[in-house]
């Protein structure tokens, strides 16, 4: 992996990578899972979505591959309110240019990808797994998408990592909405520094420090409120309620701690 760049060639993909591509002027990315011949299973907004409210909603339209005016003949129809779709992967890409989501990736490395959503410290489990979950979660759903804590990027860390964030009100595992929020909030918790300083090159590197820590803090490889779910027990808990994203919010019923959860 490249400090600056994640850009991979479509021939050095295998299957189990998680990928993605920058959508809206490198505002946004969308990311799947290439599953081999060609390819990827991915989460969109085409389902069911919890809003924020906000601007977001309009501004992150790019969450999947624009409709084609053609029917594409490689990829599988969508079906309507279904989120988890199989495209080809030049309609993944929608134009855009591939790069591979790193796994594993050390500290120092990883707080020198300045932004989010392009590798974590987290481990990667075997290809097989994460092709398993994947073509699983395309046949039987990924629950309502949530642009805060229930991205195509979570569904992605999910399926390489098999981990999901159990506490309520707290964002998910996506590194760029980690990077959307946690620059604004570092900037406004530095502020208070105009009373002790004037220097603006302090302020600056004291927002980006408070940035890189936030990030850090909030990756899947450290937070400790996660847990490891087989894609089985997910899905039946996301069919009967026990699982629900709810404003803005992933809810757990309080049998979510029983040792039955947790595998592999």
């Known amino acids: 992996m490249g400090l600056l760049s994640n850009r991979v060639d479509k021939g050095s993909l295998k299957p189990g990578d998680h990928i ?25 907004r085409r389902g069911q979505e919890v809003g924020t409210g906000t601007m977001l909603d309009a501004l992150l339209v790019s969450s999947g591959p624009a409709r084609p005016q053609q029917p594409c003949q490689v990829c599988t129809p969508r079906e309507e309110g279904s989120g988890v779709l199989s495209s080809c992967l030049n309609c993944f890409l929608a134009g855009g240019v591939l790069y591979r989501f790193e ?13 989010g959503g392009t590798c974590t410290l987290a481990v990667s489990d075997p290809d097989d797994v994460v092709v398993h ?21 979570d569904f992605a860390i ?26 604004p909030l570092a900037a406004v918790l530095s502020t208070p ?12 590197a004291t927002a980006i420090t408070m940035y890189c820590a936030s990030r850090y803090a909030a990756d899947i490889g450290m937070r400790r409120d996660v847990v490891k779910v087989s ?34």
């Not at 796994?103 to 932004?115: D, E, G, H, S, T």
């Open 20 to 44: 993605y591509s920058w959508r809206t002027a490198y505002i946004y990315a969308h990311h799947g899972i290439y599953v081999g011949d060609d390819t990827v299973v991915h989460f969109t």
């Open 103 to 115: 796994y594993a990736v050390n500290p120092a490395l990883f707080i020198a990808k300045a932004r």
């Open 133 to 153: 979950r994947a073509k699983y979660l395309l046949d039987n759903g990924f629950g309502c998408y949530n642009i805060f804590n229930k991205n195509c990027e």
């Open 158 to 183: 999910y399926c390489k990592t098999g981990l999901l964030v159990l506490d309520q009100g707290i964002i998910g595992q996506s590194g760029q909405t980690v990077s959307i929020i946690g620059g």
């Open 193 to 204: 520094l105009r009373l002790v300083t004037t220097n603006v090159y302090g302020m600056a």
């Open 231 to 264: 894609v089985e027990d997910m899905t039946s808990k996301l069919a009967t309620g026990l699982l629900r994203v709810a404003e803005a919010q992933i809810v757990l019923a309080p049998i979510i701690g029983s040792s039955k959860l947790v595998t592999q």
